[in-house]
């Protein structure tokens, strides 16, 4: 009868601290990030630019959090396929071991390395359009502006990463993110449903990224038999192979690059022209 | 002389209650970390500075205003759908149990501020109807066997009685979510009695003693100077009207409060992210309820702005809590 109460009561304590550990973190890192405010709050109207966490727009997140993000925004990425900020999301929640991986890819390679220390950001601010838009027909930078023109897309429609806590691997995210236009560029496939998967599945490939491997094989049905037939018999394995024998993609310091020919990047880069073209105007057609 | 004098002292009792709680050795992690911004806060004022908290944050009084503005704008749209989701449904309940405790009577003006989406004043309007029907059908079984006179003067005064009919108002300082309460009005057909202004409880834009209800739900945690919001709520009431507040309060169960706080600093924050898109706007949610005042100090603060007869009632253990008062 007393062990019992011995058992019960320990079992209670550790509950209690299992509890108090769950909340503990948060607590914190609230008191943490608010003291951190204090200091810059006295000088007036600098709220914007002083912010809680390892980088700007970083929300602390503990592993329950985490976890749940993760299932929420899934389900909620499923159920309405339009909310990219949902795929950023899960792409956070569940990316940190192959985010590390990236990050290590890019270290031992020296451009990569290069990219890591410099940080650079690609955004309609950092292009100059018309110099872009001067350069002849097949280079990188022409064929991107007129893949953003194409399929009416800007690279500042990338949301900002807010739940990877380590600044670096942050930054990596950032990179795969706003590298993703590029790669339709290098891959030559459009913006339409077709053409991301097949981007889906080279990048899942690449970078093992779970939730671009969630993208791969959900994405696919979504799409109509002929296309299915197309991704399975051609585009698909096109995809897989050149995702896995390419050089790391994140790895290139694409800014640098603009008036590079584009087969010349492609062949540096190791991967193969699509195997079929697929056309921006697919979208229409659906 | 007297009645001033029971102020000042109430005022020195409560200001001592808070540097005791502040200093009591039981402190819990949640109210440590809640204890460097208030007694910063009590430094600043005494220093003139005007800041004020924004969620645990700390910013100046002007600016508190304009952030809470951007928070509503943002949560507009999927407001309904959020609370639903946050409270399990709970907030239906809440809300009910407020109209339940107003009993309004046909005829009634409510001012029902921070309203937004309307769901007190839809609520408001469906009572007195149901009671104005409740009203004629006990008329109708008291006349055993009308004359032809009788069901004739009735039909005449059944016209009156609609000019004198129950009006809500619902104002708050926000468009974008009168626009959405609009809409909902709109799409259940509720337009009779109904009128949406907009305006800040702080300076309300409306005369002295013109309503006999004013209820604020879940919205005085949001303003910056509470004490004027009463005092507002206090000149637009009329005598004998009644003050009515539902707002987020301290949990009085312990075990319940660990749970309360795990679920609120944990699952909120994400649902908002999941369901709005908006992590930021459900953490200075959960992180405002902690910032406000506890029923006690609540019942003072309205008891201060001159009401009377203040009592409080806690709903889901203190989870919320429903304050009323009188103007007499």
Not at chain 2, 71 to 85: G, I, L, P, R
Not at chain 2, 198 to 206: D, I, K, Q, R, Y
Not at chain 2, 289 to 309: N, S, T, V, W
Request: aromatic fraction near 10%; charge should be neutral; include cysteine.
């Amino acid at each position: 009868m007393r062990i019992s109460v011995h058992i019960i009561s320990t079992m209670w304590l550790y509950a209690g601290r299992l509890f108090q550990w769950l909340n503990q973190r948060q607590y914190v890192l609230i008191s943490k990030a608010v003291c951190a405010h204090q200091v810059h709050s006295s000088s007036t109207g600098f709220t914007d630019s002083c912010y809680n966490g390892l980088y700007p727009g970083h929300i602390h997140t503990t592993p329950i959090q985490k976890a749940m993000l993760a299932v929420g925004s899934g389900v909620a990425a499923l159920h309405d396929p339009y909310r990219h900020d949902m795929v950023a999301v899960l792409g956070e929640a569940t990316g940190h071991l192959a985010l590390i991986n990236l990050r290590d890819k890019m270290r031992n390679d020296p451009e990569g390395y290069t990219i890591l220390k410099e940080r650079p950001r690609i955004r309609l601010s950092t292009l100059d359009l018309s110099e872009m838009a001067s350069l002849p027909d097949g280079s990188f930078g022409r064929e991107y502006l007129r893949f953003l023109e194409d399929n009416d897309v800007t690279p500042d429609s990338r949301a900002n990463v807010r739940f990877v806590d380590d600044e670096e691997l942050a930054y990596v995210m950032q990179r795969y993110r706003e590298v993703h236009d590029l790669l339709h560029t290098l891959l030559g496939m459009p913006t339409n449903m077709l053409g991301e998967v097949a981007v889906k599945w080279f990048e899942a490939a690449q970078t093992g990224l779970p939730m671009c491997a969630l993208g791969a094989v959900l994405g696919p049905l979504r799409l109509s038999t002929s296309r299915l037939k197309l991704l399975f018999t051609s585009l698909g394995p096109w995809a897989l192979r050149n995702g896995h024998r390419a050089r790391c993609v994140l790895s290139i310091f694409y800014e640098r690059r603009w008036a590079q020919s584009i087969e010349d990047l492609r062949q540096e880069l190791n991967i193969e022209p699509p195997p079929v073209t697929v056309r921006a105007t697919e979208k229409r057609n659906t | 002389m007297a009645a001033s004098m029971r102020l000042l002292l109430r005022r020195v009792i409560r200001l001592s209650h808070r540097y005791n709680n502040v200093t009591a050795a039981g402190v819990s992690a949640r109210s440590g970390c809640c204890w460097g911004p208030s007694t910063c806060r009590c430094f600043s004022d005494v220093a003139g500075d005007r800041s004020t908290h924004f969620g645990f944050e700390t910013v100046p009084e002007t600016e508190k205003a304009k952030r809470v503005y951007k928070v509503f704008e943002n949560v507009a749209q999927k407001y309904d759908t959020m609370n639903d989701v946050m409270s399990l449904g709970i907030h239906r309940l809440w809300k009910d149990m407020l109209l339940h405790a107003m009993h309004p009577q046909p005829g009634a003006r409510l001012l029902d501020v921070a309203g937004g989406t309307g769901d007190i004043s839809f609520r408001f309007l469906e009572y007195v109807r149901s009671q104005q029907e409740r009203q004629k059908r006990r008329t109708v079984r008291s006349m055993q066997t009308p004359s032809s006179q009788d069901i004739s003067n009735n039909y005449f005064t059944e016209d009156e009685d609609t000019s004198q009919e129950s009006r809500a108002v619902v104002c708050d300082i926000n468009k974008e979510m009168l626009n959405v309460g609009r809409k909902r009005a709109d799409s259940m057909g509720i337009s009779a009695g109904l009128s949406w202004v907009v305006g800040n409880a702080e300076e309300l834009p409306f005369d002295d003693d013109q309503f006999d209800i004013y209820t604020i739900a879940f919205g005085i945690r949001n303003v910056t100077h509470i004490d004027q919001a009463l005092q507002e709520a206090l000149r637009v009431l009329k005598p004998g009207g009644r003050f009515m507040c539902l707002e987020f309060s301290k949990v009085t169960n312990p075990v319940l409060a660990r749970i309360y706080d795990a679920y609120s600093f944990q699952m909120i924050p994400v649902l908002g992210e999941v369901i709005a898109g908006d992590w930021k706007s459900y953490q200075y949610l959960v992180e405002s309820i902690r910032k406000f005042p506890d029923q006690e100090e609540f019942k003072h603060m309205i008891e201060d702005a001159g009401f009377y007869c203040v009592t409080y009632n806690n709903l889901t253990s203190g989870v919320v809590a429903l304050h009323s008062g009188f103007k007499l």
